[in-house]
Nanobody, 116 residues
Framework: QVQLVESGGGLAQPGGSLRLSCAAS????????MAWYRQVPGKERELVAS????????GYADSVRGRFTISRDNAKNTVYLQMDSLKPEDTGVYYC?????????WGQGTQVTVSS
């Protein structure tokens, strides 16, 4: 079955960096777009970044463009989110996401807290 397992969250100071990883299994990873979302309590889950199956095309929310970088390693079935110049408003639970067969798959999420 499809599994997405995020790691790398934690506490960072404003201006600091974190790198999230999402290990995927149960499907042919290199065939599919992958994405990172985040959710803050009381708000809808929002798309942060996405990456094409080959990694050649990426997209970002306006709020993170220029600070976050999504990448993937198809040999390791892993997608990454490098987060730099972190701001308190980046705090939230970050989820790895993938769609196929008309269904969305989500990881369990990893908490990111940006605070001094």
């Amino acid at each position: 079955q499809v599994q997405l397992v995020e790691s790398g969250g934690g506490l960072a100071q404003p201006g600091g960096s974190l790198r999230l990883s999402c290990a995927a299994s149960g499907f042919t990873f290199s065939w599919y777009v992958m994405a990172w979302y985040r959710q803050v309590p009381g708000k809808e889950r929002e798309l942060v970044a996405s990456i094409s199956n080959s990694g050649s095309d990426t997209g970002y929310a306006d709020s993170v463009r220029g600070r976050f970088t999504i990448s993937r390693d198809n040999a390791k079935n892993t997608v990454y989110l490098q987060m730099d110049s972190l701001k308190p408003e980046d705090t939230g639970v970050y989820y790895c996401q993938h769609s196929h067969g008309g269904r969305d798959y989500w990881g369990q999420g990893t908490q990111v807290t940006v605070s001094s």
